[in-house]
């Protein structure tokens, strides 16, 4: 596992006789972004001990041919997964979840927005969605990448929703944009840290998502 900033692409220093501070030139000090350099049961042990007591949501069970191609830790403040398969619509899909502390930026790093947080979007008319993080229903709200600044294409290569569960954010973001027909039928997000000897039957590896 190696480190970087939770919010952007730029890499973070150690921060000498601080004990244990890293710093970003971007953003300062953070908590850095805990990813590994290849998706593998053992590099996926090695995170679920760094999270710790935070939940690490995975697409449960996943669907065949799925696997199991990123995640990363923030410690105490942030995890996410990535998955990818494909669908007879969309052909090739990734789907990030991201389960973060309010002001961490992780969730807006991997949609491509501007602000920390969802935004004002969320609980403005009906939810876009709805899925069930461990056995509770949880609504999700369609987060704006409009001005992200990123130009019209990347607008509109992914889908965002966010909403609110076990109080903390809860972050998907869909490429292309749209497989969030995937989520017509509510998904199940489950808790993979407590699965134990199950989680040797993901399948893991495949190309990192690009963001």
């Known amino acids: ?121 969320l609980g403005d008319g009906p939810p876009a969605s709805k899925v069930r993080l461990d056995g509770q229903p949880v609504s999700l709200w369609p987060v704006s990448t409009s001005d992200a600044g990123t130009g019209t294409a990347s607008e509109w290569d992914r889908s965002v929703l966010a909403g609110e569960g076990g109080g903390r954010w809860l972050w998907m973001v869909m490429r292309p944009a749209s497989a969030l027909l995937l989520l017509r039928d509510p998904w199940l997000l489950r808790d993979v840290s407590t699965l134990g000897p199950a989680l040797l039957d993901v399948p893991f590896g495949g190309p990192a998502p690009s963001w």
């Open 1 to 121: 596992m190696t480190p970087g900033c939770p919010r952007c692409q730029t890499p973070v220093a150690s921060v000498e006789g601080s004990g244990g501070t890293w710093s970003c030139p971007e953003h300062g000090s953070v908590s850095p972004l805990w990813r590994p350099g290849e998706a593998t049961y053992d590099e996926f042990a090695a995170h679920l001990e760094l999270a710790g007591t935070f939940p690490t949501y995975l697409p449960w069970p996943l669907s065949p041919g799925w696997r199991l191609t990123d995640f990363g830790v923030v410690e105490g403040e942030a995890t996410y997964t990535c998955v990818s398969g494909t669908s007879e619509l969309d052909g090739p899909v990734d789907v990030i979840v991201v389960a973060e502390e309010p002001t961490t930026g992780l969730g807006s790093r991997c949609a491509g927005t501007v602000h920390d947080d969802p935004g004002h979007e």
